[in-house]
């Protein structure tokens, strides 16, 4: 009987993080080109051309996905005169390189220089061919926004994670210019390159099928960047929001260059789940996307889809691991709402909840309440404990454990199908009814829970002594 491991997508994001990067990552990583190309298709957008090759990057083999604009909707993202000329102007130290990066959710540019994609051989495009508008400007807002995305053949998956990205955009851009997020009308949002890159970015996390998302930190860089407001320090404002906002850890190189987009960091903070590594994985694919800007450090993004390795105790048949315990006293809450609070908490993810009564100050009695989780889980069980209880503090604790190898199979029982979690305990096989199941069937068939618990247990006991066990 094996455990069975989680597995995540990390990215490293050493080189920076853009929209076309990551959606070059995922697609070198096994994102389904075919349907991306066939969900793209169905974008009410018109005006762009999807190619997808492979380039060079420091002698790398890398995927490189790029949106090509129809003349009217040029942008500067590729011109690394107009994104870093100041510096020479100015007497600052140039850009490393003549690299050129189509970087997406920056600050607006000006919708007017040519571009055309040069790395690659033979590269497969996908083109949207039709009459272009007669004015480059197009000022779109996230009503706007969603509503594209909406009206897409996208899968519900993808959309709903392509309008969180759009959120995250929309409110950094609403706090840059000090306006809401229904009000605000964004250049860079709803530009059709950015809509392309993000929509492409969440077709491909949906195609791969892996929710857990690790992003240990962004790799930025400093100096300053043209755009169309003039010339702002690195990090750009909406980057500067959005990592604020989400606590993503930013790591300042010496590189004078702008590195995350925000796109980029939009992306990161609406699709991460944690911020650590296991401490031993395994590596079952990796994919590496192509910036279009060279700089002294390497413009590539890594992703890998990992699978956490076990880490062995005693005689191999225990696991060690980390868990948390959140922990409070709460003396003013009643235990109607102590118990729909632990009926919440298991339905966010807890995995075990309880209540201590203790004597807290001035000889009030009160509950301490115990919350086991896992690290992802944390920041949703601490809001839901501070929304619904009438605690001011949360203490969290690291907790080392060991536990048995387990795995739930179903098996069939005279009663019908149950479910049942059997635990190797130092090779001796325990089997123990899983209590919703062994529940529903003595609801159903009318019987005492305990006669169908026990039921269950011979014959599931039996079953898997003979080898008719099914998972």
Avoid at 252 to 260: F, G, H
Avoid at 357 to 384: G, H, S, W
Avoid at 423 to 446: F, L, M, Q, T
């Amino acid at each position: 009987m094996e455990n069975r491991s989680r597995k995540a997508i990390y990215f490293e994001c050493y080189g920076g993080i853009s929209g076309d990067m990551t959606v070059a990552a995922l697609l070198d990583m096994g994102a389904d080109e075919r349907e991306l190309r066939r969900q793209l298709d169905t974008l009410p957008l018109e005006g762009f051309t999807v190619e997808i090759s492979r380039v060079k990057k420091s002698g790398l083999d890398c995927c490189d996905f790029n949106v090509v604009l129809e003349e009217p909707y040029y942008n500067h993202d590729h011109d690394i005169v107009y994104l870093y000329g100041h510096r020479q102007e100015g007497g600052e130290h140039g850009t490393q390189g003549r690299g050129r990066e189509h970087i997406h959710g920056e600050e607006p540019h000006d919708h007017s220089h040519a571009h055309e994609h040069i790395h690659g051989e033979g590269p497969h495009v996908h083109s949207h061919a039709h009459a272009p508008h007669t004015h480059s400007h197009v000022h779109r807002g996230f009503k706007d926004v969603a509503e594209i995305i909406g009206q897409s053949g996208m899968t519900e998956g993808a959309k709903k994670t392509a309008l969180d990205v759009f959120r995250v955009l929309a409110a950094a851009e609403a706090k840059a210019h000090g306006a809401t997020i229904e009000s605000v009308h964004f250049h860079e949002v709803g530009a059709v390159d950015s809509i392309v890159d993000i929509a492409a970015a969440a077709i491909c996390l949906d195609n791969l099928g892996i929710k857990d998302i690790i992003i240990p930190e962004l790799y930025e860089g400093k100096g300053t960047v043209r755009c169309a407001h003039g010339i702002l320090p690195i990090p750009v404002p909406a980057v500067m929001h959005i990592v604020a906002e989400h606590g993503l850890a930013l790591h300042m190189t010496n590189v004078e260059a702008e590195l995350v987009t925000p796109t980029g960091a939009a992306i990161a903070a609406a699709v991460r789940t944690a911020d650590e590594l296991p401490e031993g994985y395994k590596i079952l694919a990796a994919g590496m996307g192509a910036g279009k800007r060279d700089y002294a450090k390497t413009s590539i993004l890594r992703t890998m889809i990992i699978e956490e390795t076990e880490r062995g105790a005693g005689t191999g048949r225990t696991l060690t691991d980390d868990i948390y315990k959140l922990e409070s006293n709460i003396d003013d809450c009643t235990g109607e709402a102590l118990g729909y609070v632990m009926e919440r908490l298991f339905a966010a993810g807890a995995r075990d909840v309880s209540y201590m009564p203790v004597f807290m100050k001035k000889n009030r009695p009160a509950y301490q309440i115990n919350v086991i989780c896992t690290e992802k889980d944390i920041p949703a069980l601490e809001e839901l404990l501070f929304k619904e209880t009438t605690t001011i503090g949360i203490r969290r604790v690291k907790m080392e454990r060991t536990v048995l190898k387990r795995e739930v199979r179903k098996v069939e029982t005279s009663l019908g199908e149950a479910q049942v979690k059997i635990c190797d305990v130092y090779g001796e096989s325990r089997i123990y009814p899983e209590y919703e199941s062994a529940a529903a069937i003595a609801a159903a068939k009318n019987l005492p829970y305990t006669k169908v618990w026990e039921r269950i247990q011979k014959e599931a006991k039996a079953a898997l002594l003979s080898g008719c066990g099914q998972e």
